[in-house]
């Protein structure tokens, strides 16, 4: 169960923003939400999270619903390089609990 | 520190063998998490560490698979008398022990069993 729904698969071009959504509807006060993403034959590569506020880093920006509910990961200008399976995933951590749960994610292609 | 090692990369083996494999976290990382990966779907837990301890296991993982982690430093993932459906890239993660805190993932070990 990965408590998490996004797209299959989304297509952008190359040099334009790109927004990736994500449901979570079941989310708890406690639960992060991460985002990974993933080229092929590598490990997941930590893109950003955040708890209630938007947040930014240099890689990727995450808007947070005020709900919680749903968040969206923007990618301001994407390149060729971005091209992966990108993983919405709430981290939650309660007691002995911990672990992140994946689904299939959204394959991002990108176009020259 | 160089991020999170796993050894060895590809693996090939008859059914039957048993494997082990090895991760070397980022020291500083009190958390250390196994998972199994197959082509076209995202990882799946198996297990997880705090230190020494291992804290939690998933039902996926049958008797055949063992994880340690003695002294709380690196950690070894064994598997016996592999199957054919045991094919698949194992990953292992560190992090600290809270959500307000990424994972950093190794580049994985690929398993293959014919």
Not at chain 1, 10 to 36: A, F, K, Q, R
Not at chain 1, 81 to 100: F, K, P, Q, T
């Amino acid at each position: 169960d990965a408590k998490t729904t996004q797209p299959n698969s989304m297509e952008s071009n190359e040099e334009e923003p790109v927004h990736l959504p994500c449901n979570h509807s079941t989310i708890s006060g406690t639960d992060y939400i991460h985002w990974y993403r993933q080229l092929p034959s590598q490990g997941p590569e930590y893109v950003i999270h955040g708890l209630t506020s938007n947040v930014n880093n240099r890689m990727a920006s995450l808007a947070i619903a005020e709900d919680r509910k749903s968040s969206t990961l923007i990618l301001h200008r994407a390149t060729l390089r971005d091209a992966a399976v990108y993983y919405c995933i709430r981290r939650y951590s309660g007691g002995g609990a911990d672990g992140l749960t994946f689904g299939k994610g959204t394959h991002l292609i990108i176009q020259p | 520190d160089t991020g999170v090692s796993q050894d060895p990369r590809h693996k090939i083996t008859k059914r039957g063998q048993n494997v082990t494999f090895r991760c070397d976290p980022i020291s500083e990382h009190n958390r250390l998490y196994w998972y199994r990966q197959t082509l076209g779907q995202g990882p799946e837990f198996l297990t997880y560490f705090q230190n020494e301890a291992q804290l939690e296991k998933s039902r996926l993982l049958s008797d055949r698979f063992s994880a340690e982690r003695p002294k709380g430093s690196f950690s070894t993932l064994e598997i016996q008398r592999t199957e054919q459906g045991d094919s698949a890239m194992y990953l292992c993660a560190s992090s600290f022990g809270t959500s307000n805190y990424g994972y950093t993932f190794g580049s994985g070990t690929r398993l293959t069993v014919v």
